[in-house]
């Protein structure tokens, strides 16, 4: 193995600078990781942009890893050299706040977010604590559970944890990255699930997918469509517009809830009428814990829920951005290493 290996670093906000990185062995706890496939996501413009306050460059983005281990360091006993993992957004935690006191490490005030607070998946090698591993069956295709880890968890964690029983009416708002994966996880945990996309393009997509069926929001009102289908118990909210979701509200049924993880640059504006009349509720989601990850890999392999994805060489990380921000993916962009590649015509 070479002493080297390659790296796409964020060398300054909007600058992706290719690198020759020594290689070095494993701190304690930590597991040093021969990155097979990476996926792309919207969140590491947080990094890119320089979005977040006292973030220090140079930083190797990308939290959808997929790879082996190669080396472990000291006092790992969970993880050994040769097992295959997978590492999401949640890169760390400080057992010490409210929030990890009450095990609710996803919300640790003090969280490390891979990728962007240390060095994440855009490169050969990576170095992460073990406990922020998940394991990958064999299974899994590396680049298709790429991106099971951020997008996957966002949309799953999402509708299992709202309270939903099975036959609720489940409203998948956008057919894209999260929707195209929020639509196969609905179906798959019994629901019946209802895709409201933009334009009639989508709705062979979305029926492939397991909607039931389809609303075109482009053509029609998508909240007046889904109260005279009797109205969702929630709306899985993933298209990045406020004024399309607050839209959604008046579709919900009684006690239903619109699940907000889309991040869109418009305000949600929504009548406090239609809000306590049908007791409906708002909610926001975000990804999960280290558990949910290995929870959703698991439930992805069991219900044969795969994301759709577009693969890149790692050397073209800028272009897979740019095609990902420009929302011309379709649905995932995923970036595969040399060592990837070779892996590509294995089963796994
Ligand atoms: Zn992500
Ligand atoms: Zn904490």
Redesign the pocket.
């Known amino acids: 193995m070479s002493a080297k290996y390659r790296a796409i670093e964020v060398s300054k906000p909007g600058v992706f600078t290719e690198v020759n990185r020594p290689l070095q062995d494993p701190g304690p706890n930590q597991v040093r990781i021969r990155v097979e496939a990476c996926g792309v996501c919207h969140t590491d413009s947080l990094l890119v942009d320089g979005a977040l306050p006292n973030l220090a460059y140079p930083r190797v983005p990308g939290h959808e890893v997929i790879g082996r281990i190669d080396a472990v360091g000291a006092n790992v006993t969970t993880r050994a050299v040769g097992q295959r993992v997978g590492v999401g957004i949640c890169g760390g935690?400080?057992?010490?706040?409210l929030?990890?006191l009450r095990g609710d490490?996803v919300n640790?005030?003090?969280?490390v977010l891979t990728g962007i607070m240390i060095d994440g998946g855009y490169a050969e090698v990576m170095m992460i604590e073990a406990r922020a591993t998940v394991t990958i069956p064999d299974g899994l295709q590396a680049v298709k559970a790429a991106p099971i880890l951020c997008a996957g968890v966002t949309t799953f964690n999402a509708l299992r944890n709202a309270g939903l029983r099975a036959g609720a009416l489940v409203a998948i708002q956008g057919v894209g990255g999260l929707g195209h994966l929020g639509i196969q996880y609905a179906r798959r945990m019994g629901f019946r699930t209802i895709a409201a996309g933009l334009g009639p393009e989508s709705e062979k997509l979305a029926k492939e997918l397991g909607a039931h069926e389809y609303i075109d929001s482009g053509a029609e009102d998508a909240g007046a469509k889904l109260r005279a289908l009797g109205g969702a118990d929630a709306i899985l909210a993933t298209a990045p517009s406020g004024k399309a979701m607050s839209d959604l509200v008046k579709g919900l049924a009684v006690r239903g809830k619109l699940l907000v993880i889309g991040l869109a640059p418009d305000p949600l504006e929504v009548d406090t009428g239609s809000l306590v009349f049908g007791m409906h509720s708002i909610s926001g989601s975000t990804t999960g814990s280290v558990q949910d990850e290995q929870e959703t890999v698991a439930f992805s392999l069991l219900e044969k829920v795969e994301p759709m994805i577009e693969v890149m060489p790692l050397s073209k990380a800028r272009e897979a951005y740019d095609r990902m921000m420009a929302a011309k993916a379709r649905f995932r962009m995923v970036l595969v290493t040399e060592n990837g590649n070779q892996r590509a015509g294995q089963a796994n």
């Open positions: 935690w400080d057992d010490t706040c929030a990890c490490f640790c005030s003090n969280g």
